[in-house]
């Protein structure tokens, strides 16, 4: 909770309004990666929390990218 009073304090950057669009995402493969971290042997709590929201936001974009390509390909 805390937080979250602290992030709502914060100037609007471009990065927490794109975090938010994808909050599903990163819900959904939060778990897993959280997993992988911890077969991974990754202790650090900060580390793991950046990894799980990076890594989904980083294969949205992927996904995002490779849509915008096969959509200006058939226009």
Known sequence: ????VLLTKLPQTIIMPY???????IMY???????LCD????DNLVIEIIIAIIVPLMIVSALNV?????????T
């Open 1 to 4: 909770m805390g937080i979250a």
């Open 19 to 25: 975090i938010g669009q994808h909050t599903m995402v």
């Open 66 to 74: 490779r849509r915008q390509k096969i959509y200006l390909q058939t």
């Open 29 to 35: 493969l939060h778990k897993v990666i959280l997993d």
């Open 39 to 42: 077969l991974a042997s990754i």
